[in-house]
C-alpha cells in the first residue's frame, strides 16, 4: 500500500507546476490557467470557471490510469486499517470498546490548574481486537496530554488504562471526541469540559415563572412574611442586589426586605425574607428588580436581571353575627 502510494505521490510531483512562476504570473494579472506540460494542472481555478477546494492553489489532472492506481491504493489501506469481525458464525457490530466514564468530563474547570482523568478501555467484541489512538481536534489538543502504553491485541474482556490530563487555558467550555481506531471502525468517546458556573433556582414562581411574593389578605394591624428561596447548584456564587422598581409608592413603604444585597454562594441555598405591614386597606401590587452578576470571564460569565412580582391585600377586622336582624325590644 506504501509504494502504490508513493507512486502515486511522485507522479503527482512531477506533474506539479513552479510554485514561484505561477504566483508571479498571478500577481502580473497573468492567466488563472497554468499549462505548459502534456497533462496541464488548474492553477487558481480551471478553465471551467469551477473555484479550488479551499485552501488549495492548484488541483492536479489526473490521468484515468493513475486514478485508478489511487482508488486501488486507498482502498487496500482502508482493509488494512479495518476489517468485519467474525467469531463461530457470527459478525460483530457497534463499538468494540466502551470508556468509563462513559462521557470523559472535566467539570468545574479553573484556567491556570491542571486535572486528571483516567479512562478503562475494555474490548467488548467477541474476540481478539485492538486499537490505537487518534489525534484529537487541532483546536483543543494543545490543551491535553495523554499518557498511553499501546497494549497490542486484547483478548475479550480485557481492559486497559488511558490517563488524560487537561490544563485549561481560557475560560471557555469544550465539548468534543476523544477518537480511538479499532480494527472493527472508529470509536468516538465523548469528551466535555466545562468551566465553573452559577445555576440558579427561584422560588415561588408564579405561572409564567417569575419570581413571586403574594402576601395574601393581611388583617389590618397585623404583618405577614414571605421568603424568597435562590438555590444555587452551580460551583460559582454571584452577587445580587434587591431593589423597588417605584420607590415612593405607598405599598413599597409598608414593605421590608432584607438582606436588600449579598451573594448566593456555591452549592448554596439563600434566603429574601419580605415582611408586609400594612398601614392603609386595599389590595397592592409592585415590582421589585434583582440584579446578579459573578464577575466570571468567558462562558462562565453570569449577568442578568429578574423581576419580582410582589403583591398582597389589608382587609378592616372582620365582625361575624349570628343572624341579620335583631329585635332591641326598645
Same mark, same amino acid.
Given at each position: 500500500?506504501?509504494?502504490?502510494?508513493?507512486?502515486?505521490?511522485?507522479?503527482?510531483?512531477?506533474?506539479?507546476?513552479?510554485?514561484?512562476?505561477?504566483?508571479?504570473?498571478?500577481?502580473?494579472?497573468?492567466?488563472?490557467?497554468?499549462?505548459?506540460?502534456?497533462?496541464?494542472?488548474?492553477?487558481?481555478?480551471?478553465?471551467?470557471?469551477?473555484?479550488?477546494?479551499?485552501?488549495?492553489?492548484?488541483?492536479?489532472?489526473?490521468?484515468?490510469?493513475? #486514478?485508478?492506481?489511487?482508488?486501488?491504493?486507498?482502498?487496500?489501506?482502508?482493509?488494512?486499517?479495518?476489517?468485519?469481525?467474525?467469531?463461530?458464525?457470527?459478525?460483530?457490530?457497534?463499538?468494540?470498546?466502551?470508556?468509563?466514564?462513559?462521557?470523559?468530563?472535566?467539570?468545574?474547570?479553573?484556567?491556570?490548574?491542571?486535572?486528571?482523568?483516567?479512562?478503562?478501555?475494555?474490548?467488548?467484541?467477541?474476540?481478539?481486537?485492538?486499537?490505537?489512538?487518534?489525534?484529537?481536534?487541532?483546536?483543543?489538543?494543545?490543551?491535553?496530554?495523554?499518557?498511553?502504553?499501546?497494549?497490542?491485541?486484547?483478548?475479550?474482556?480485557?481492559?486497559?488504562?488511558?490517563?488524560?490530563?487537561?490544563?485549561?487555558?481560557?475560560?471557555?467550555?469544550?465539548?468534543?471526541?476523544?477518537?480511538?481506531?479499532?480494527?472493527?471502525?472508529?470509536?468516538?468517546?465523548?469528551?466535555?469540559?466545562?468551566?465553573?458556573?452559577?445555576?440558579?433556582?427561584?422560588?415561588?414562581?408564579?405561572?409564567? #415563572?417569575?419570581?413571586?411574593?403574594?402576601?395574601?389578605?393581611?388583617?389590618?394591624?397585623?404583618?405577614?412574611?414571605?421568603?424568597?428561596?435562590?438555590?444555587?447548584?452551580?460551583?460559582?456564587?454571584?452577587?445580587?442586589?434587591?431593589?423597588?422598581?417605584?420607590?415612593?409608592?405607598?405599598?413599597?413603604?409598608?414593605?421590608?426586605?432584607?438582606?436588600?444585597?449579598?451573594?448566593?454562594?456555591?452549592?448554596?441555598?439563600?434566603?429574601?425574607?419580605?415582611?408586609?405591614?400594612?398601614?392603609?386597606?386595599?389590595?397592592?401590587?409592585?415590582?421589585?428588580?434583582?440584579?446578579?452578576?459573578?464577575?466570571?470571564?468567558?462562558?462562565?460569565?453570569?449577568?442578568?436581571?429578574?423581576?419580582?412580582?410582589?403583591?398582597?391585600?389589608?382587609?378592616?377586622?372582620?365582625?361575624?353575627?349570628?343572624?341579620?336582624?335583631?329585635?332591641?325590644?326598645?
Amino acid at each position: 500500500v506504501d509504494r502504490d502510494l508513493s507512486v502515486t505521490a511522485r507522479l503527482l510531483e512531477k506533474r506539479r507546476p513552479h510554485r514561484a512562476d505561477s504566483l508571479e504570473s498571478h500577481e502580473m494579472g497573468g492567466p488563472t490557467v497554468a499549462g505548459g506540460d502534456e497533462g496541464g494542472q488548474a492553477m487558481l481555478g480551471d478553465a471551467s470557471g469551477e473555484a479550488l477546494p479551499e485552501g488549495k492553489l492548484w488541483v492536479p489532472k489526473l490521468t484515468k490510469l493513475e #486514478e485508478q492506481y489511487l482508488a486501488a491504493a486507498k482502498e487496500r489501506q482502508k482493509q488494512n486499517m479495518m476489517s468485519v469481525q467474525r467469531c463461530w458464525g457470527r459478525e460483530f457490530t457497534g463499538d468494540a470498546f466502551l470508556a468509563k466514564p462513559s462521557i470523559i468530563a472535566f467539570d468545574d474547570f479553573e484556567v491556570g490548574k491542571r486535572y486528571r482523568q483516567v479512562i478503562e478501555v475494555t474490548n467488548v467484541s467477541l474476540t481478539f481486537n485492538q486499537f490505537k489512538l487518534l489525534p484529537l481536534d487541532d483546536k483543543y489538543k494543545e490543551f491535553f496530554e495523554i499518557e498511553f502504553q499501546p497494549p497490542g491485541r486484547m483478548s475479550a474482556g480485557v481492559t486497559r488504562f488511558i490517563t488524560l490530563w487537561f490544563a485549561p487555558k481560557l475560560p471557555e467550555n469544550i465539548v468534543t471526541t476523544f477518537p480511538i481506531l479499532a480494527k472493527t471502525g472508529k470509536i468516538d468517546f465523548p469528551l466535555r469540559c466545562t468551566t465553573k458556573k452559577t445555576v440558579l433556582t427561584v422560588t415561588p414562581q408564579d405561572a409564567d #415563572e417569575n419570581p413571586l411574593i403574594d402576601f395574601g389578605q393581611v388583617l389590618s394591624g397585623e404583618t405577614s412574611i414571605c421568603v424568597l428561596k435562590v438555590k444555587n447548584t452551580g460551583a460559582l456564587a454571584a452577587k445580587f442586589e434587591i431593589e423597588p422598581e417605584e420607590p415612593g409608592s405607598g405599598f413599597v413603604e409598608m414593605i421590608s426586605w432584607d438582606p436588600p444585597k449579598s451573594e448566593f454562594k456555591a452549592h448554596g441555598m439563600t434566603n429574601v425574607t419580605f415582611t408586609f405591614k400594612p398601614t392603609a386597606v386595599g389590595t397592592f401590587t409592585t415590582t421589585f428588580k434583582l440584579s446578579i452578576a459573578n464577575g466570571a470571564p468567558g462562558d462562565a460569565k453570569f449577568q442578568e436581571k429578574q423581576r419580582v412580582l410582589v403583591r398582597g391585600s389589608c382587609i378592616d377586622v372582620p365582625i361575624y353575627v349570628e343572624q341579620e336582624t335583631y329585635d332591641m325590644k326598645t
